[in-house]
């Protein structure tokens, strides 16, 4: 069958709910609980032997489930896409405290890390748990594992395509319903599940998408230019990051890992949602140590190598390799010339490297691009041109920050919809 049929086809003894989510992640459950809270009747699908598998295994398995510092006033201070405008006002309606009053109501104890980030004192499953009790409060039907075989549109009449309801064909049977609200996330880790369902629905329904890439995602370079640093692999020190310039310049201060293919972290996770490909990265790996000035300081005072002079400001792992590069880096400090000081500084408070590639999905926390916004309402996350089709969470083409910001999306965008789901006008 087609995207578009004729309701007579369906059969009169198919189920009916007046919603059904598709993901039974971070925004489909809470779609699905916040919309049957409010007196829909929902089906809540998903094809994963487990539910929410992501959010279990955020956060060290402690789940980073939102952050305080965010501002829904400007969301493009933490969040990324062709519009990040769009999430203004679904963060404007539920926001961080709201989903902290939500946690504290269900007695589960939370603690800020850094920056704004709330953790799970004790587990991700507490949440996964408060997640599924509210979905039970709402009288939430849920099938899973289920698999989505084949979705149709059946409009009211021939005459008339821009009403009806979906047809919906699962390996549990055949179901209908007036709406259909696709939170699938996207292709970031597959071995939990991911797969691109949603877009292709996206697809069937006409609905553009915006390029897909991986997100938050470790940086790799080429294994030969490499292998000098792959030594490090596990050496982690606080970075000032920076790519792009002028208008694309962003820069983060966070902590950088060394690996055996490339560069991890916080601050690599951050600034990779801003790389492009070709472009390099600019990395200060003593900021705050006026590196020129305390190298020609220490010159004046000390005997020490200058791999043990630099040890005062990095580790001296990396300060071993950093002096390693050069014969003029390799003796006493008060024997070097304040020319090759001047150099050393310079390069080690401005690393410039490229990227070859990124670790890909299997390593991505999220996923870049998705439904393009510019096909939905901010209000209700409806497809404009698509009645009844309704898209939330990492499907979007939104994407937040690492430390929360993607997980208040969750929350923020399936409220929206939930609300959208059990407006009078929709009944």
Known sequence: MTAHASASAAGSAVPQFDAVVIGAGAAGLFCAAQAGQRGCKVLLIDHA???????????????????????????????????????????????????????QKHGIAFHEKHKGQLFCDRSAEDLIAMLLAECAAGGVTHWQPCSVKKIAFLASSAEDTSAGSYQIDTDRGRVRTRSLVVATGGLSIPKIGATDLGYRIAQQFGIPLVERRPGLVPLTFDGQDWAPWAQLAGLALPVRIATGSKKTHMAFDEDLLFTHRGLSGPAVLQISSYWQEGTPLAIDLAPGAELPAALAQAKLQSRKHIANALAAFVPSRLADAWAARDPEWQRPINEASD?????????MTRWELTPTGTEGYKKAEVTLGGVDTRALSQQTMEAKAQPGLYFIGEVVDITGWLGG??????????????????????T
């Open 49 to 103: 032997a487990q539910v929410a598998e992501k959010i279990r295994i955020s956060g060290g398995g402690r789940c980073n489930f939102t952050n305080r510092d965010l501002d829904p006033q400007a969301p493009h201070k933490h969040f990324v896409g062709q519009n990040p405008q769009f999430c203004r006002s679904a963060l404007a309606r539920f926001g961080p405290q709201d989903f902290i009053a939500l946690v």
């Open 339 to 347: 020319k090759a000081l001047a150099r050393l500084a310079a390069q």
């Open 405 to 426: 910001y993607n997980f208040q999306w969750a929350w923020a965008s399936a409220h929206a919809c939930a609300l959208a789901l059990a407006a009078p006008a929709a």
